[in-house]
């Protein structure tokens, strides 16, 4: 057995036995490592976190199972847990001051926002983290009792954004700064922007250089809603969309078993896995009216696309989704352009590129 | 008078467009008995007459003297600025202060290049709008106090708040007093400009006159029999300008009791608070009352509600003698976090004894039902020595549950867990609730056979216990019908149903129990999407792979940090 | 574009003359369930004489959750103060399953003994359980706490 503690080996090291759910041999790397030197923060970042990068991606490319997948994250859970427990609660010295980190409500990666409240209390903050089972209005009524510096908001699916939109509304509104994290609110950042963040981070120790650097408080005078930041909502599109999602599904499955045989011999389970999907390509429909942004739409077709492939389905059922959608959609024109615009990047996809590891997983 | 005012101009006019000097023709008989001061000067700036109301304003003004000599400067210059410009720009008024009145002075040409300079007195109505606009600027100033304070309900930061925002708007220095901790008080200081400093301190409040009545909820004294030599040093922010020169000192009045004291402060240089600064004063420190009542209620319940929920918050699980637990739950956004489901794991004594499981759902919602299920769960932890006779131990909650009242119940499920060698050996009761599923290692699902009645309705309770063995790699579940019963998927409205549990459970072989319950949870939350749901709990436990790598035994170590 | 509205949940109770049949129609849960005792409580007291028979008609109840089943079981313990027998027809099946996995259908609907008939509601929780009477369902229960002892 390799014991080295050079990086990528300990890499590879710990993703085999998070995938074998073999903690004993996972928990004795890391702990290795640290009794080695190596510094608690890089565990944290430099190994475990790409670890757990590596489930997403390879459960994408559909070379480990979904059991595999979480069995992973667990392992990964339950060795950020030991850690914590060896460092014992808390700050040990007078904390820099105190922070909430919370998931969006609705999302359920939870692990990213744990590894940063892991990461925030090494370096001597407070840390509240409230994980990714807490409400919108219990992480408020949270905020009042606590007063924090700031709120760090961590999202892994886009479609959790008109969700992160009212939460950092929220917190704004009760004078608490919102910092976002996490691939959902886009490349660089760019819908936490747009959805009235005050900060953006990229990762973990950028979100510490934030709050290092200090987060103003939002006067609370500045209280706004949705359509304040984005003036677009007032088409009403993406309410329509959001509403009629279900009738929308069930129509363009019925169109498509109109028009493609293969799709009426469907048994129960693949005509739900089918109308999963179609859920999905209407969310994300709705999410990317929500931020207009086509790129939200076209990328999460791109990777979907990807993952079908992988596991030997013909993306080309996208487009025939898209099509039907499309039609059913007459009355919407940015929903319709965003279709269209899906179809070309469906079409522009190099068949064999990679999977994005992550993304929605 | 400001209705006279008015009447000017259609003098003025009258005069306007008369062939030769209109002044001495028309005016020229009006002007010396006119209400209004009138100066007639000519263009190089002598006095030509003075008329009696002129007279009495400038009573030393006199004809032949020199314009500037007599006049305050804004009078002087408009005139020479019309003996240098053309007829053109007559039209214009000007206006200014002469001694404490205020005048508008409209002039008119007299012929031979003289001007005719009427004064009207404007002072009251610049009184009335200086006052309104002073009204508008508190009105806004009000509401803005408002909306910033009760934006946050926490103590603190609504003083921090209401302290900034009264030297900002009031005063040029504002201390807030809250009720007294023991025998410390809160002091949260604030200089305009400044930053605000918050502290503890023990104070003597009857050394500020009126604070220690203001803390009582006694009116306000008035401002002037404050004599600012009094105040001492304390209330005095750092690096306030010069000595204290004027203060007020109202009560900021809570719901009922009072909510604090609100210590205004102006240095000696500046002019002292006057009456209407009082009245303002007053209602600032009305509506930071009701903000910081409303916070420190709010802070008092949530306290409450937090001791509470550290009671009735499921525990976070971990790894007991050899065996893996996980628990999951998720509240319902409808009502209370503390809702109606509920799981514990009560460890066995040894490896050699067993542990009890238990999870439940008690009926109804919100407080009600969170009474209940405290109930339970202490009920049961006093019954834990019976634990071997699963059935006696739910008759006993029985009785201890049952009221002529209502019929709220509770369904639940016991499960008794001892670990021997690679194999985790179980006793399964459900009372009333959906059995125990059971993940085995060739991916099978099956449901425990066991069954009974609801606790806590009917006079008797019946239940049979079944026994399993849990090989590696195989999990049990129980999980309340919040998973089974949430609504949604792709086609709306549909139940996630037991079919769809079973499917998922089928691939969790081998997995960690939290990692099954992660993967429920996300299963059920997806398929819910944003819609509402009912509580969902679920506890997941199999036979821990090793010894216990980590060091962790025992459980409660992780998950929420409340 | 609109998503379908649940059924209106609603209750039709008619008198035959010693029967009182009620029809509850929709959902009946945590909102709705105070409705259903209070109109059947209404009902069993509004004539000169309590009906002999309660019928709950279930053909049109989209819906049933555990508050719906406590109202069910409060009804019980006011008829059989009365001394009036609980039908529970027509059941669908959400209701059926949820009937057998809290075990309580037999207590529903057991005969009432005729020394029960119109006593009073007892005031503590061992005298409710003698005035409701019904220990038909525990026959079963010695046998299979033995049978677990065995095991």
């Given at each position: 057995?390799?014991?080295?503690?050079?990086p990528?080996?300990?890499?590879?090291?710990?993703w085999?036995?998070?995938?074998?759910?073999?903690?004993?041999?996972?928990?004795?790397i890391?702990?290795?490592?640290?009794?080695?030197?190596?510094?608690?923060?890089?565990?944290?970042?430099?190994?475990?976190?790409?670890?757990?990068?590596?489930?997403?991606?390879?459960?994408?490319?559909?070379?480990?199972?979904?059991?595999?997948?979480?069995?992973?994250?667990?392992?990964?859970?339950?060795?950020?847990?030991?850690?914590?427990?060896?460092?014992?609660?808390?700050?040990?010295?007078a904390?820099?001051?105190?922070?909430?980190?919370?998931?969006?409500?609705?999302?359920w990666?939870?692990?990213?926002?744990?590894?940063?409240?892991?990461?925030?209390?090494?370096?001597?903050?407070?840390?509240?983290?409230?994980?990714?089972?807490?409400?919108?209005?219990?992480?408020?009524?949270?905020?009042?009792?606590?007063?924090?510096?700031?709120?760090?908001?961590?999202?892994?699916?886009?479609?959790?954004?008109?969700?992160?939109?009212?939460?950092?509304t929220?917190?704004?509104?009760?004078?608490?700064?919102?910092?976002?994290?996490?691939?959902?609110?886009?490349?660089?950042?760019?819908?936490?922007?747009?959805?009235g963040?005050?900060?953006?981070a990229?990762?973990?120790?950028?979100?510490?250089?934030?709050?290092?650097?200090?987060?103003?408080?939002?006067?609370?005078?500045t209280?706004?809603?949705?359509?304040?930041?984005?003036?677009?909502?007032?088409?009403?599109?993406?309410?329509?969309?959001?509403?009629?999602?279900?009738?929308?599904?069930?129509?363009?499955?019925?169109?498509?078993?109109?028009?493609?045989?293969?799709?009426?011999?469907?048994?129960?389970?693949?005509?739900?896995?089918?109308?999963?999907?179609?859920?999905?390509?209407?969310?994300?429909?709705?999410?990317?009216?929500?931020?207009?942004?086509?790129?939200?739409?076209?990328?999460?077709?791109?990777?979907?696309?990807?993952?079908?492939?992988?596991?030997?389905?013909?993306?080309r059922?996208?487009?025939?989704?898209?099509?039907?959608?499309?039609?059913?959609?007459?009355?919407?024109?940015?929903?319709?352009?965003?279709?269209?615009?899906?179809?070309?990047?469906?079409?522009?996809?190099?068949?064999s590129?990679?999977?994005?590891?992550?993304?929605?997983? | 008078?400001v209705?006279?005012?008015?009447?000017?101009?259609?003098?003025?006019?009258?005069?306007?467009?008369?062939?030769?000097r209109?002044?001495?023709?028309?005016?020229?008989?009006?002007?010396?008995?006119a209400?209004?001061?009138?100066?007639?000067v000519?263009?190089?700036?002598?006095?030509?007459?003075?008329?009696?109301?002129?007279?009495?304003?400038?009573?030393?003004?006199?004809?032949?003297?020199?314009?500037?000599?007599r006049?305050?400067?804004?009078?002087?210059?408009?005139?020479?600025?019309l003996?240098?410009?053309t007829?053109?720009?007559?039209?214009?008024?000007?206006?200014?202060r002469?001694?404490?009145?205020?005048?508008?002075?409209?002039?008119?040409?007299?012929?031979?290049?003289?001007?005719?300079?009427?004064?009207?007195?404007?002072?009251?109505r610049?009184?009335?709008?200086?006052?309104?606009?002073?009204?508008?600027?508190?009105?806004?100033?009000?509401?803005?106090?408002?909306?910033?304070?009760?934006?946050?309900?926490?103590?603190?930061?609504?003083?921090?708040?209401?302290?900034?925002?009264?030297?900002?708007?009031?005063?040029?220095?504002?201390?807030?007093?809250?009720?007294?901790?023991?025998?410390?008080?809160?002091?949260?200081?604030?200089?305009?400009?400044?930053?605000?400093?918050?502290s503890?301190?023990?104070?003597?409040?009857?050394e500020?006159?009126?604070?220690?009545?203001?803390?009582?909820?006694?009116?306000?004294?008035?401002?002037?029999?404050?004599?600012?030599?009094?105040?001492?040093?304390?209330?005095?922010?750092?690096?306030?300008?010069?000595?204290?020169?004027?203060?007020?000192?109202?009560p900021?009045?809570?719901?009922?009791?009072?909510?604090?004291?609100?210590i205004?402060?102006?240095?000696?240089?500046e002019?002292?608070?006057?009456?209407?600064?009082?009245?303002?004063?007053?209602?600032?420190?009305?509506?930071?009352?009701?903000?910081?009542?409303?916070?420190?209620?709010?802070?008092?319940?949530?306290?409450?509600?937090?001791?509470?929920?550290?009671?009735?918050?499921?525990?976070?699980?971990?790894s007991?003698?050899?065996?893996?637990?996980?628990?999951?739950?998720?509240?319902?956004?409808?009502?209370?976090?503390?809702?109606?489901?509920?799981?514990?794991?009560?460890?066995?004594?040894?490896p050699?004894?067993?542990?009890?499981?238990?999870?439940?759902?008690?009926?109804?919602?919100?407080?009600?039902?969170?009474?209940?299920?405290?109930?339970?769960r202490?009920?049961?932890h006093?019954?834990?020595?019976?634990?071997?006779?699963?059935?006696?131990?739910?008759?006993?909650?029985?009785?201890?549950?049952?009221?002529?009242?209502?019929?709220?119940?509770?369904?639940?499920?016991?499960?008794?867990?001892r670990r021997?060698d690679?194999?985790?050996?179980?006793r399964?009761?459900?009372?009333?609730?959906?059995?125990?599923?059971?993940?085995?290692?060739?991916?099978?699902?099956?449901?425990a056979?066991?069954?009974?009645?609801l606790?806590?309705?009917?006079?008797?309770?019946?239940?049979?216990?079944?026994?399993?063995?849990?090989?590696?790699?195989?999990?049990?579940?129980?999980?309340?019908?919040?998973?089974?019963?949430?609504?949604?998927?792709p086609?709306?409205?549909?139940?996630?149903?037991?079919?769809?549990?079973?499917?998922?459970?089928?691939?969790?072989?081998?997995?960690?129990?939290?990692?099954?319950?992660?993967?429920?949870?996300?299963?059920?939350?997806?398929w819910?999407?944003?819609?509402?749901?009912?509580?969902?709990?679920?506890?997941a436990?199999?036979?821990?792979?090793?010894?216990?790598?980590?060091?962790?035994?025992?459980?409660?170590?992780?998950?929420?940090d409340? | 574009?609109?998503?379908?509205?649940?059924?209106?949940?609603?209750?039709?109770?008619?008198?035959?003359?010693?029967?009182?049949?009620?029809?509850?129609?929709?959902?009946?849960?945590?909102?709705?369930?105070?409705?259903?005792?209070?109109?059947?409580?209404?009902?069993?007291?509004?004539g000169?004489?309590?009906?002999?028979?309660?019928?709950?008609?279930?053909?049109?109840?989209?819906?049933?959750?555990?508050?719906?089943?406590?109202?069910?079981?409060?009804?019980?313990?006011?008829?059989?103060?009365?001394g009036?027998?609980?039908?529970?027809?027509?059941?669908?099946?959400?209701?059926?399953?949820?009937?057998?996995?809290?075990?309580?259908?037999?207590?529903?609907?057991?005969?009432?003994?005729?020394?029960?008939?119109?006593?009073?509601?007892a005031?503590?929780?061992?005298?409710?359980?003698?005035?409701?009477?019904?220990r038909?369902?525990?026959?079963?229960?010695?046998?299979?706490?033995?049978?677990?002892?065995?095991?």
């Amino acid at each position: 057995m390799d014991h080295s503690t050079e990086p990528a080996t300990l890499v590879s090291r710990l993703w085999r036995a998070a995938i074998d759910a073999d903690e004993y041999t996972a928990a004795g790397i890391v702990h290795t490592a640290l009794a080695e030197g190596v510094d608690e923060e890089a565990l944290l970042l430099e190994l475990i976190a790409p670890v757990q990068e590596m489930a997403g991606a390879e459960w994408a490319a559909d070379r480990i199972s979904v059991a595999q997948e979480h069995a992973a994250t667990a392992i990964n859970e339950r060795i950020v847990a030991s850690l914590a427990h060896r460092r014992g609660g808390g700050p040990r010295s007078a904390p820099r001051g105190r922070v909430t980190v919370c998931c969006v409500d609705g999302e359920w990666h939870a692990f990213p926002a744990r590894l940063l409240a892991e990461v925030l209390t090494l370096r001597g903050w407070r840390v509240d983290y409230l994980g990714a089972q807490t409400p919108t209005p219990h992480m408020i009524a949270h905020l009042h009792l606590t007063n924090p510096d700031a709120v760090l908001l961590s999202g892994s699916i886009p479609t959790h954004l008109p969700a992160a939109h009212a939460a950092i509304t929220a917190c704004q509104a009760i004078g608490v700064p919102v910092l976002a994290g996490g691939r959902a609110f886009g490349p660089g950042g760019r819908w936490a922007r747009r959805l009235g963040a005050d900060r953006w981070a990229a990762d973990a120790r950028e979100a510490a250089a934030a709050l290092d650097a200090g987060v103003p408080r939002p006067a609370p005078s500045t209280a706004r809603q949705a359509v304040d930041d984005l003036p677009h909502l007032a088409d009403q599109e993406y309410t329509l969309v959001l509403q009629s999602r279900t009738r929308l599904v069930k129509q363009t499955l019925i169109e498509l078993e109109d028009r493609f045989p293969a799709v009426r011999d469907y048994d129960e389970e693949q005509r739900e896995r089918t109308a999963e999907d179609l859920a999905h390509i209407v969310g994300f429909l709705a999410t990317a009216l929500y931020v207009d942004d086509p790129d939200l739409f076209t990328a999460f077709l791109v990777w979907t696309a990807d993952i079908l492939e992988a596991r030997h389905v013909p993306a080309r059922s996208l487009v025939a989704a898209l099509d039907v959608l499309a039609d059913e959609l007459h009355d919407f024109p940015r929903a319709r352009r965003l279709t269209r615009l899906g179809v070309t990047a469906l079409g522009e996809r190099s068949p064999s590129s990679v999977p994005v590891p992550g993304v929605p997983a | 008078m400001v209705r006279c005012a008015r009447c000017v101009p259609s003098l003025v006019s009258l005069s306007r467009g008369s062939p030769a000097r209109p002044f001495d023709d028309q005016a020229g008989t009006a002007w010396p008995e006119a209400p209004y001061p009138v100066l007639v000067v000519d263009r190089h700036g002598g006095l030509v007459r003075v008329n009696a109301a002129a007279r009495l304003l400038l009573p030393d003004a006199a004809r032949g003297d020199r314009l500037h000599e007599r006049v305050p400067a804004w009078l002087s210059q408009a005139h020479r600025r019309l003996g240098d410009g053309t007829p053109g720009t007559f039209a214009g008024a000007t206006a200014g202060r002469i001694d404490d009145r205020f005048f508008e002075a409209h002039p008119t040409p007299a012929g031979d290049g003289d001007i005719v300079w009427w004064l009207v007195d404007d002072t009251d109505r610049r009184l009335a709008e200086t006052a309104l606009s002073d009204a508008r600027t508190r009105t806004d100033v009000l509401s803005e106090a408002s909306s910033a304070l009760l934006s946050t309900l926490n103590v603190p930061r609504c003083m921090e708040m209401a302290a900034a925002m009264a030297a900002e708007h009031l005063a040029e220095a504002a201390v807030l007093v809250a009720p007294a901790q023991g025998k410390r008080y809160p002091v949260t200081s604030a200089r305009r400009g400044g930053p605000v400093t918050q502290s503890t301190q023990k104070v003597n409040v009857a050394e500020v006159p009126g604070l220690s009545e203001a803390l009582q909820g006694f009116p306000p004294v008035p401002a002037r029999w404050i004599n600012p030599a009094d105040i001492p040093g304390w209330v005095v922010p750092e690096n306030f300008a010069g000595p204290v020169g004027s203060v007020i000192v109202t009560p900021l009045p809570g719901h009922g009791v009072p909510a604090g004291a609100l210590i205004l402060l102006r240095s000696g240089t500046e002019h002292v608070f006057s009456e209407g600064e009082e009245v303002f004063a007053r209602l600032f420190a009305a509506r930071a009352g009701a903000a910081l009542s409303a916070a420190r209620l709010y802070t008092e319940q949530a306290a409450i509600t937090a001791t509470l929920m550290h009671e009735l918050l499921p525990p976070a699980l971990r790894s007991v003698h050899g065996v893996e637990y996980a628990g999951g739950y998720r509240a319902s956004r409808d009502h209370e976090r503390v809702g109606g489901d509920f799981y514990d794991v009560h460890p066995g004594t040894g490896p050699a004894e067993e542990t009890l499981v238990v999870l439940g759902d008690v009926a109804g919602k919100g407080l009600d039902a969170a009474v209940l299920t405290g109930k339970i769960r202490n009920t049961l932890h006093a019954l834990l020595p019976l634990a071997e006779d699963h059935g006696r131990v739910l008759e006993l909650l029985n009785g201890a549950l049952l009221s002529s009242h209502h019929t709220r119940f509770a369904t639940l499920v016991l499960a008794s867990v001892r670990r021997r060698d690679h194999q985790v050996h179980l006793r399964l009761t459900s009372a009333g609730h959906l059995p125990p599923l059971i993940v085995r290692a060739d991916g099978t699902v099956e449901e425990a056979a066991t069954r009974g009645t609801l606790v806590g309705a009917l006079p008797d309770v019946t239940a049979h216990t079944v026994r399993t063995v849990l090989a590696p790699g195989e999990t049990c579940l129980l999980y309340t019908d919040g998973i089974t019963e949430a609504r949604g998927g792709p086609l709306g409205d549909e139940l996630f149903g037991e079919r769809r549990l079973r499917r998922a459970l089928a691939e969790c072989v081998g997995m960690p129990a939290e990692a099954v319950v992660e993967r429920v949870q996300m299963l059920a939350t997806q398929w819910i999407g944003t819609g509402r749901h009912d509580d969902m709990a679920l506890v997941a436990f199999n036979a821990r792979r090793n010894g216990s790598p980590t060091g962790v035994d025992g459980y409660g170590d992780s998950g929420r940090d409340e | 574009m609109t998503t379908t509205e649940p059924t209106e949940f609603t209750v039709t109770a008619r008198r035959e003359h010693a029967v009182l049949v009620v029809r509850v129609a929709g959902e009946l849960d945590y909102d709705t369930s105070d409705e259903l005792v209070d109109e059947v409580v209404r009902q069993l007291t509004a004539g000169p004489t309590p009906p002999a028979e309660v019928r709950l008609d279930f053909g049109a109840l989209t819906w049933i959750d555990s508050s719906g089943l406590s109202a069910l079981l409060m009804i019980h313990r006011r008829t059989s103060a009365l001394g009036a027998v609980l039908h529970l027809d027509d059941r669908p099946e959400i209701l059926e399953r949820l009937l057998q996995v809290t075990n309580v259908l037999g207590h529903l609907t057991a005969p009432v003994a005729d020394a029960e008939r119109g006593r009073p509601e007892a005031g503590d929780g061992t005298s409710v359980a003698r005035a409701t009477g019904a220990r038909a369902a525990d026959t079963r229960t010695s046998d299979t706490r033995a049978a677990d002892a065995r095991t």
